[in-house]
């Protein structure tokens, strides 16, 4: 299973894999992409501070994710250490070493996927299936649980109740105080499915999952008990590869409604009270989806765009220009959503119609997870761990005509 937003990089040995029972896979690289377009800037952007990592760029795709949590932005790297660095400035608050495992031959531990937050706590997982939890103050180690396999999504927390979904379809429930096991969810996991899992949503009194096998499931926190399932994409095809039908993104939860994406399956709206699908789209994506008042906004497997009704899934526009550029899910920021590529642009794209107003090259490594919003600052981090916090203003009419003609003679400034 896979967090990786990278479209599917199949493995040499597929064929062995298979033979070995499950597996996961990432996913391929587009070396085919189109090249960009020119494209008269409508936005002034400034970068407020940068910062990179001492442990250097990351050893595999795994996506260890960053968050933002009051006034710090608190980042991961498979080495082991964690870093909380202030929000204005990128200075650093605390940073925490996961001490080594002397049961390990080699005494390394390391971590496998991004960072819950939630009471005072930051939560992670390893490689072994162990889950940590941290101060937020101030990084101080508060507890450690085993559960029965990999964590590759964030830990999430409400009140007394942790939610980990392990990388063999386990979700757990635990003692937020102590890690003590509460409860156990079970879920079969195909044969091969994408590297990733669904972090889970905790909505009132359920904790809220999307399985590897195209199904949404919802849990009571206390008990662990299905509350409902819902089917959001069945397997179909002749090969294990057409029949991947992962949920990988994290369910979005609007005004008493559930929207999910599904690798080789739909878009899905669903009653968080009774399970019953609403509407669905068909559309392949291993992204979450981001919601606002009235449209959806999804980035499918072809890295193209979409805008879709929020009450009925119809489809409102569709953005071809990004295509193959293995783009991360979209944020929003002011009047645009904004999604970051491999290639290291991050672009501005009006919510209203589509189209994009802005792109602005930032890194040379490119980026494979979603920016960060806080007010009007974006935080990416790249493929090497470098951390930027950039913000975008824009330009009036008749500043963007005169920078265009100042250096692109002949192009005018966008309508």
Sequence with gaps: MKTNPYPLRFLPLLALALLLGACSITVEDKSDAPRLKYLPGSLDVKQLWYRQSQSGHMLDEVQLEFILSEDKLIFVDLHGYITALRLKNGRKLWAFAVPPDETRGDGQILLSGGLGKGEGLILFGTREGEVITL?????SEHWRAWISSEIISPPVIKGDTVVVHANDGRIFGLNGADGRRLWVFESSVPALSLRGTSMPVIHGQQAIVGLAGGKVVSLSLREGKVLWESVVAVPEGRSELERIVD??????????????????????????ATGRILWTRDMSSYHGVAVDEGQVYVADDQDRLWALDRHSGAVLWRQDALAKREITMPVFYGDSIVVADAAGYVHWVSKADGEIVARHELSE????LPPLVSGDVLYLKDRHNAIFAITAKRRDRAEST??????FPGSSAPK
Aim: glycine fraction near 12%; proline fraction near 2%; avoid cysteine.
């Design 135 to 139: 101060s937020l103050e101030d990084g």
């Design 247 to 272: 949920i990988d993104g994290a369910p979005v939860i609007r005004d008493g409604v559930v929207y999910v994406a599904a690798y080789h399956g739909r878009v899905a709206a669903i009653s968080v």
């Design 365 to 368: 490594v490119g980026f494979n």
């Design 402 to 407: 005169f920078f265009d003609r100042m250096f």
